[in-house]
């Protein structure tokens, strides 16, 4: 069956730059907390298993050295901690889930640790952590440090403190620890709560976990990386994977290398899609022409810049973009442009792609043909199903919901109810807590 996750920010624009100029989109309303709870209420309309909110902490000043084009063109700024929306999201819904981006580099494990407790006990075992060292300098000057650490160092940074976090939730405090005996005067039994010592290069904890065992104790775990330290490091962790790409071959080939990092646990693979659909192709034609007219050049190129550790601000439009070392950015968003467009890729081609302000072509049609089109991509690059993009919001989920879920579902690949339990059980089919074949398992209490 077809997992589908909507694809968001708590800001004004989000991966297509410019559709916040639209005059129905709601973007610019980011602040409202009723534009969050319609946001959940339309997506458990539709069935769809998460909404995967997307977060940075810092701007996108490496485009001509300046924040100035992110700052005009509200390129994921300005920007509201996505966290502190999830649970009245959850509030008025009862299945989806909520898969939020943490930086875990400039957080302490503990504190990192209770926050996800909070969120899966209020949200009832519905909550997930996309997992990200982060890969901007400006955050990194912004937490008081001159720049972030090098790519591969992050992930050394970001095993450990994984262990640190598993050692909490999962070891910290006994299946039967909380009793609730109010007649002996016994919420917990201490005997039944263990302190975790942790003793590592970047971490050290004494300290039991604050938070009782909640429904999922460790949340699903997301994670995007897709270089070669990021496959390894999803091969040990996630349980999800969000993968972008417009070559399904090549995506293909990455997923068996993800599947094969992570065996003999199952993974669930995501790939980033944008959809404009219509009821006729031609009225989704019409619709992306309309969109297009609001996609922004300068905002696609900041983003771009910020993403690939590349100022692109430097190269002429047919000048070759070659960067003057190894970035610590993404990595894999460079070698991904490598293989689509080439070694000796200019701003034009990339420019070119940017039909609606970001990299990623949309899909565009009638409900069949963009059902055709997704289960084509499931087929051909083994994705088990979309991070679904914004373009105008809301309508864009309208559409898809009221066009293109039903045909999903007259072809049986898409639920028509929801299945019970938690985020984790939904998605997997299995209990609430992480498989004994995860490197989490080892920390739990016999």
């Known amino acids: 069956m077809m997992r589908l996750n909507a694809f968001d920010m708590a800001s004004p624009g989000h991966i297509q730059q410019g559709m916040w100029t639209h005059p129905r989109d709601t973007g610019a309303h980011y602040t409202s907390l009723d534009r969050w709870m319609d946001l959940a209420r339309l997506l458990e309309r539709g069935l769809f298993d998460g909404l995967f909110l997307a977060d940075v902490l ?13 700052l005009r063109g509200a390129v994921q700024v300005p920007l509201i901690d996505p966290v502190l929306t999830i649970p009245a999201m959850a509030a ?21 640790a209770r926050r996800m407790s909070t969120l899966d006990h209020l949200t ?50 006994a299946d039967d620890a909380v009793q609730r005996d109010a007649a002996n005067r016994v919420f917990t039994n201490p005997a039944r709560v263990r302190r975790i010592t942790h003793c590592g290069p970047q971490y050290s904890i004494d300290a039991i976990h604050l938070c009782e065992p909640s429904p ?8 995007a990386g897709a270089s070669e330290r990021g496959r390894q490091f999803a091969g040990r962790h996630a349980e999800c994977v969000f993968v972008n790409g417009t070559n399904a071959a090549v995506v293909a080939a990455l997923v068996a290398q993800l599947r094969a990092e992570a065996a003999p646990r199952p993974i669930l693979v995501f790939a980033g899609a944008t959809v404009v659909v219509g009821r006729t192709e031609a009225e989704a034609r019409d619709l992306l022409t309309e969109y297009a007219r609001h996609a922004d050049a300068e905002g696609a190129l900041a983003h771009a810049s910020a993403s690939l550790g590349i100022d692109l601000a430097r190269f002429g439009m047919d000048e070759p973009v070659v960067a003057a070392a190894p970035s610590n950015a993404i990595r894999s968003n460079a070698e991904a442009m490598a293989k689509v467009a080439g070694p000796s890729w200019t701003k034009r081609q990339l420019l070119e792609q940017s039909v609606l302000g970001s ?13 055709d089109t997704l289960l084509g991509w499931m087929a051909a690059a083994d994705v088990d199903g979309f991070n679904l993009s914004r373009t105008v919001m809301p309508e864009c989920l309208d559409a898809f919901i009221d066009l293109v879920v039903p045909e999903l579902q007259r072809r049986g690949v898409y639920k028509t109810a929801y299945a019970p339990g938690t985020y984790r059980e939904k998605l997997f089919g299995a209990g609430p807590r992480l498989p004994a074949e995860h490197a989490a398992a080892r920390h739990r209490q016999a």
């Open 58 to 70: 810092g701007i996108y000043d490496v485009y001509g050295a300046s924040p100035d084009a992110a």
């Open 92 to 112: 008025v819904t009862t299945h989806l889930g909520f898969g939020v981006t943490c930086n875990l580099a400039y957080e302490a494990p503990y504190l990192m």
């Open 124 to 173: 009832r075992g519905r909550i997930g952590w996309n997992i990200v060292t982060g890969y901007l300098d400006s955050a990194a000057r912004a937490l008081g440090y001159a720049e972030q650490m090098r790519h591969d160092d992050r992930y050394d940074l970001a095993d450990e403190y994984m262990d640190a976090v598993y050692a909490l939730w999962e070891g910290s405090w």
């Open 216 to 223: 999922q104790r460790t949340p699903v775990l997301y994670q």
């Open 359 to 371: 990299r990623q072509p949309p899909i565009v049609g009638d409900a069949v043909q963009v059902a």
